[in-house]
């Protein structure tokens, strides 16, 4: 039977290369929704909305009658913490009161969420995290989404999963929040400056542990999730499988580069990028690369906070292999095949 997912935020990097495998498995009719719509293609059709908005929402989407799976990975950002809840809240609510009435064959709700359930972004938090842990001091987005999941699904035939990946890892041209896009072209541009690679992160955060989460193998767990039977209304911590130090793997990166590595310096990269524009500007030119603006190139606000990490993070994710997925991706060998992707794509140089 032809399966129609709906994925919500289709150009972030999580919603592009789990649009990219639902193409490569066949059987999926696909529909990307975001705020800036794309571009038609094959299974894959596009509707540009404002989730903000739940009438245009319902407007919108009125035509998803088919649908049988939504994977829900939007996010909007916001200044304060706090101010998270309400927005990112309201977005998927949009989203379900739009298409649950209409869509009679639905079938399952997937809903994309992070450490942050955690308390991995406030400090130290108790590791390996567990799906079972308690939760911290409200507010958190990700857990009033996750609550209002399992209120709405009580009494339904449709099942839901929630995945909660590290930092994810991918190639997804104007969503710079990428660590791997970040790492690219900050050791592009110093390469370009004829300086050393730097750890640009706080003292502790070079020996710390941390894992992270390959957008393929993501894009992988979460269609498993939605189909599997041990899956059914349940959270998944899902993680590449290793764990690394920064202290070991920089080095390795910067030899990708042909980049000689100097010692750790703490710098905020929000500042000292703020003026290589131009820098990047030359370097599209020097070496013919696909015109792409700096700002949507990588985000060092974001590559801040990850380097900001003096503190281990890290999860338990035996839960996943417990329930029958069993995919694992080598951190090292990840970054190696995202760098040359981006090479070979000429994103960078």
């Not at 829900?72 to 200044?79: L, T």
């Not at 998270?84 to 399952?108: C, F, K, S």
């Not at 449709?158 to 590290?166: D, F, H, K, N, V």
Request: net charge negative.
């Amino acid at each position: 039977m032809q399966r129609t997912a709906v994925v919500v935020g289709a150009r972030g990097v999580i919603g592009g290369n789990l649009i990219a495998h639902l193409e490569r498995e066949g059987n999926w009719s696909v529909v990307g929704v975001s705020r800036r719509g794309g571009r038609d293609a094959g299974a894959v059709r596009h509707i540009a909305v404002d989730l903000l908005d739940g009438a245009a929402t319902r407007e919108q989407l009125a035509g998803l009658t088919d649908a049988t799976h939504i994977f829900y990975a939007a996010y909007q950002d916001r200044a304060r913490w706090a101010d998270l809840v309400a927005p990112n809240l309201a977005m998927l609510e949009n989203v379900v009161d739009a298409i649950e009435p209409i869509a009679p064959r639905l079938a399952h709700i997937s809903l994309m969420q992070g450490y942050k359930v955690y308390g991995a972004h406030l400090g130290p938090f108790a590791t390996p995290a567990r799906e079972d842990d308690a939760p911290h001091m409200p507010p958190e987005f990700n857990v009033d989404q996750q609550r209002f999941l399992e209120r709405r699904q009580g009494g339904a035939t449709w099942t839901w999963s929630a995945l909660r990946p590290s930092v994810v890892a991918g190639v997804a041209l104007g969503n710079p929040m990428n660590l791997a896009m970040v790492i690219a072209v900050y050791a592009s541009i110093s390469k370009e400056l004829g300086i050393p690679l730097r750890f640009p992160g706080k003292p502790g955060a070079y020996s710390s542990l941390l894992e992270m989460t390959d957008a393929d193998l993501l894009a992988k767990a979460t269609t498993w999730a939605a189909s599997s039977e041990a899956a059914r209304n349940q959270a998944f911590n899902i993680t590449n499988g290793d764990m690394f130090r920064w202290s070991a793997l920089w080095p390795r990166i910067a030899a990708f580069f042909d980049l000689e590595v100097a010692p750790p310096l703490p710098l905020s990269l929000t500042e000292v990028m703020a003026d290589k524009a131009e820098v990047w500007a030359a370097m599209v030119r020097r070496h013919g690369l696909v015109p792409t603006p700096y700002d949507e190139v990588a985000s060092w606000p974001f590559g801040d906070f990850v380097f900001g990490w003096d503190y281990d993070v890290i999860a338990d994710s035996s839960k996943v292999r417990r329930a029958g997925f069993h995919e694992y991706v080598e951190t090292e060998a990840m970054f190696t095949r995202i760098f040359q992707d981006l090479r070979d794509r000429r994103i960078i140089p």
